[in-house]
């Protein structure tokens, strides 16, 4: 009341007439995730081009998935990726290398030490510093904060570009068939980075006679993981 008296009416009213109502000053001073743009902002914004490790395939972020019958080389795909990037040469004999040198972290839970150099021998990839593999990749999980934080420094100190893990099937936690628990293994994934390209290597679910799938919608599990990618 005092204050009231204090100053004159006009004056007050100016104040008033600035004032912010209580969804404005929370919005003014919530946090930065949960802020909101217009197309205008939008416009305005200048994004540099997408790039490709490999041209047309292998995005510079983002999941890429390959997904297929047991035994038809899914590994071996990874495994080309692998010495196309470290050699900077064509992928598939059709694919060029856009970034050169990009540094690539395995997590296999599928195939051991023994069988990788075997096959990256067979395969022509050379003795590189620039391809990481987890001593104890059996014992990674998303559930695991301690070893997801150790990824997270691996990434950023070797300055890791890809990200190749065998199968998605072993890291996911729960239901393949639930959204909400496959939506969980993409959050996890970006929670680690969202600066990498992540390559899953996954199974496809068993055919239905007579019902041909498009690709996308032949990985086996929920049709979200298809809508994640």
Same mark, same amino acid.
């Given at each position: 009341?005092?204050y009231?008296n ?7 009213i100016?104040?008033?007439?600035g004032?912010?109502?209580k969804?404005?000053w929370?919005?003014?001073y ?6 909101a743009?217009t ?9 540099p ?7 047309k395939?292998?995005?510079s ?5 390959f ?13 080309e990726?692998?010495?196309?990037v ?5 992928f ?11 540094p ?18 067979? =395969?022509?990839?050379?003795? !590189?510093?620039?391809?990481?593999? $987890?001593? #104890?990749? @059996?014992?990674?999980? +998303?559930?695991d ?8 420094n ?10 190749i893990i065998?199968s ?6 729960g239901d ?12 996890? =994934?970006r929670?680690?980075s !969202?600066?990498?390209?992540?390559v $899953?290597? #996954?199974h @496809?679910?068993?055919p +239905?006679?007579?019902?041909q799938?498009?690709a996308?919608?032949r ?6 993981i298809?809508?994640q990618l």
């Amino acid at each position: 009341d005092d204050y009231l008296n204090l100053v004159p009416d006009k004056k007050y009213i100016d104040i008033l007439k600035g004032a912010l109502t209580k969804e404005e000053w929370e919005i003014k001073y919530q946090s930065p995730d949960f802020a909101a743009f217009t197309i205008t902002d939008l416009y305005k914004r200048e994004y540099p081009p997408e790039n490709y490790i490999i041209d047309k395939f292998l995005p510079s972020t983002g999941f890429t998935m390959f997904s297929g019958d047991s035994g038809t080389g899914k590994s071996f795909i990874a495994l080309e990726i692998i010495r196309a990037v470290t050699n900077n040469d064509i992928f598939l004999d059709h694919f060029p290398i856009k970034t050169e040198g990009v540094p690539i972290l395995i997590i296999d839970k599928e195939n051991g030490a023994r069988r990788l150099q075997a096959r990256m021998k067979g =395969l022509g990839i050379p003795e !590189t510093d620039k391809v990481y593999l $987890l001593e #104890h990749a @059996e014992k990674f999980t +998303l559930r695991d904060e301690e070893f997801m934080q150790s990824i997270q420094n691996l990434i950023i100190a070797k300055n890791i570009g890809v990200v190749i893990i065998d199968s998605f099937i072993d890291i996911l936690e729960g239901d393949e068939n639930s959204a909400p628990d496959t939506a969980k293994v993409f959050n996890a =994934l970006r929670s680690i980075s !969202t600066n990498v390209c992540w390559v $899953l290597l #996954h199974h @496809e679910a068993k055919p +239905l006679p007579r019902f041909q799938r498009e690709a996308g919608d032949r990985a086996r599990g929920s049709t979200n993981i298809k809508a994640q990618l």
